[in-house]
């Protein structure tokens, strides 16, 4: 594999890197001391603390691990929307109105529950009481000689109106229900004249109608009591807003510190404003203190980012990725590794519809303070040759996570490339170093996987 890197030709990998790296990070013991006191309370978001250097593992009675991927997403309306879009590649708006002639005619408005980019159905709450009950069906397909097909169905007796709307042309149809029993029905006339667009290539982690979450498990594993010190690093609308101010959690002896939510949790404490509670993205450095030994296992934590598939259906599930919490023995100051897939084009039984997210977070393990810049190249396995173009990574801040979403749009890999080995090779400055890992996630069932990446040179 190093052959497909010739830049890299006669790099000295260090031939210890775990005692290299604490060496390197020895000196963090007096930075991160500052935690020792009590957390201080939070100042305005544009003053917003900065992220205090990790305590190595080396260091009797304190050491840092970190989550690095932490996410907190609130859906509007709380995913309860009424408008059901389907087609993203050439999309389509759809919303349903019932009338319930076994209830004078009392209407209510249809909320939208998708399933696939292609098909999804309405629930009637406000008649029903039932937010989860399938009423109304709908799929609309791209037809084979151009334009698209609508079919729809039910099972409900109510009176029912079903509007599809084509986005780009404004062009609406209304298929309408009486009262009774009757069979749905399909459209293979109205939407005609509309250009069949490929299959879109984007898809995000996020669902846009489900609530996303991190889940924390932060462990004192020891008879003595200890001390885990937190600071949450995070972006809200693509911009880093930096680091809330450190905040001690008291571990008694075999305890175990819990939040279903942490984002949430830190905002209730007033950390956060409600704009991070509601959307936000970053990672999360955990300091223990006072405990017996460094060996590592004596304080652990476990995160879990999950989301219902649907918020207004609870049977549908939950899917999320577990995290790896990182010791920063996989931070690099010059490459990390590993591999993405992409089968959205051509889906199979086998692998299903996978796209890639890369998540790239500057771990700042050697407390430079410095902001990294980053170059991700993708190559093709099948030839060893680069594919695509570059993605260039500028100015990440220590402590922040940033997100590359579907990693092979943003480096325009050819569709026919289903697999890749990404690099993501540090520019500048010196002596920092990064993490890396890869979420794949499948576009229908929306289950995920989170990958670490390894380290290629410059191992910390």
């Not at 991927?69 to 059901?84: A, I, R």
């Not at 934590?301 to 049977?315: F, G, I, M």
């Not at 997100?403 to 050819?414: E, I, K, M, Q, S």
């Amino acid at each position: 594999m190093r052959g497909f890197r010739p830049e890299e030709n006669g790099m000295k990998k260090p031939s210890c890197p775990i005692v290299a790296a604490f060496a390197a990070v020895f000196g963090l013991a007096a930075a991160a001391s500052a935690l020792d006191g009590p957390a201080t309370s939070r100042g305005p978001v544009a003053r917003l603390a900065p992220r205090v250097a990790a305590a190595p593992k080396a260091t009797a009675a304190s050491y840092s691990v970190e989550v690095p991927y932490v996410q907190s997403y609130t859906p509007p309306d709380g995913g309860q929307s009424g408008t059901l879009n389907l087609n993203a590649a050439h999309p389509f708006t759809v919303t349903l109105v019932a009338t319930n002639q076994h209830n004078g005619n009392v209407q209510g408005n249809g909320v939208a529950l998708p399933q696939t980019d292609t098909f999804g159905y309405f629930s009637l709450p406000s008649i029903t009481n039932n937010p989860s009950n399938p009423e109304v069906f709908i799929k609309i397909l791209a037809a084979p000689a151009g334009g698209y097909w609508v079919f729809y169905g039910h099972l409900t007796d109510l009176i029912y109106d079903l509007t599809v709307t084509e986005v780009a042309t404004g062009l609406s149809k209304t298929y309408h229900k009486d009262a009774g029993n009757s069979p749905g029905g399909f459209d293979t006339g109205t939407f005609v004249g509309a250009v069949t667009a490929p299959a879109p290539r984007a898809t995000r982690v996020i669902t846009p109608d489900a609530s996303l979450r991190t889940s924390v498990d932060i462990s004192n594993n020891t008879n003595v009591t200890a001390n885990a010190v937190v600071q949450y690093c995070y972006a809200t609308g693509g911009a880093f807003q930096g680091c809330t101010q450190p905040r001690s959690i008291a571990l008694p002896a075999y305890n175990n510190f819990h939040q279903d939510d942490m984002v949430g949790y830190l905002g209730s404490l007033g950390d956060l404003p409600q704009a991070a509670v509601d959307d936000s993205i970053g990672t999360l450095l955990v300091t223990f203190q006072n405990l017996p030994s460094q060996q590592g296992w004596e304080g652990t934590v476990a995160a879990n980012v999950y989301n219902r598939v649907s918020e207004v259906d609870p049977l549908r599930g939950t899917v999320g990725c577990g995290e790896q919490i990182s010791y920063f023995f996989e931070s690099a100051t010059s490459s990390v590794v590993g591999t993405a897939r992409y089968t959205v084009p051509a889906p199979s039984a086998q692998a299903g519809s996978i796209a890639s997210t890369l998540g790239v977070h500057n771990t700042d393990a050697n407390g430079t303070g410095a902001a990294v810049n980053a170059i991700v190249t993708l190559y093709d396995p099948s030839t060893g040759q680069p594919v695509g173009n570059q993605v260039t990574l500028s100015n990440i801040a220590p402590g922040e996570l940033r997100l590359t979403d579907d990693l092979f749009t943003a480096a325009g890999v050819p569709t026919n490339v289903t697999t890749a080995i990404v690099f993501v090779d540090v520019q500048n400055p010196a002596n920092t170093t990064i993490e890396g890992f890869i979420i794949d996630q499948d576009t229908n069932s929306l289950d995920t996987r989170y990958h670490e990446m390894k380290c290629a040179a410059g191992c910390f």
